[in-house]
């Protein structure tokens, strides 16, 4: 029996001692959880979303779209009739929901983006008929930001908050599509930088 050489007590225990650091480091942070948590967690989701949305534009050549609302928020790209349809196909890419209390705000030029399509709503402009209906079905899923292929992006600010929170987490992206995440502290650091 030369060369041969078992584990010792002593390393069997360290083992057993690291894994039971790294369970109750796991266990630690899944447990953070509550609304200020999730802030973070969607606005980091974005991020990543965002940035593959970027890749998956530059290796397919086409133009993508944004579509965002106080709640939710879909990739889009024009289909054979260059209509904006959202992006079914990739799994990664469907429909975000927000959770209920979860809140959004978009910034275009750094002015708040109102949706207002008075023209093609029932009760608008002309009380009970929309003035464009094959418009308004075109129009459900029109994008407010791009991504096109080249790397160049609508610059935006998208704020993403809680009714329960006070601060919020702000994703900005520039016409170069240079992505910034700012936590509530970055984002009074900025404000008073200004």
Known sequence: MSGYRGFTLLEILLVAALIGLAASV????????????????????????????????????????????????????????????????DRFLLERQLDDGMRLALELEDLPFVDDDRLTQKGGLFEEQPLFEQQEEQQQFEPQLLVSPGGDTTPFSLTFSHVDVVGSWRVDVTELGDVVLLDPLAQQDAEAAR
């Open 26 to 89: 796991v266990m630690l942070s899944v447990g953070r959880s509550g609304p200020e948590q999730d802030v973070q967690t969607e606005a980091e989701r974005f991020v990543a979303l965002f940035q593959l949305v970027q890749e998956e534009s530059e290796m397919s050549g086409d133009e993508l779209g944004l579509r965002v609302e106080e709640d939710r928020y879909l990739w889009v790209m024009r289909d054979a009739e260059e209509l904006w349809q959202p992006l079914d196909d």
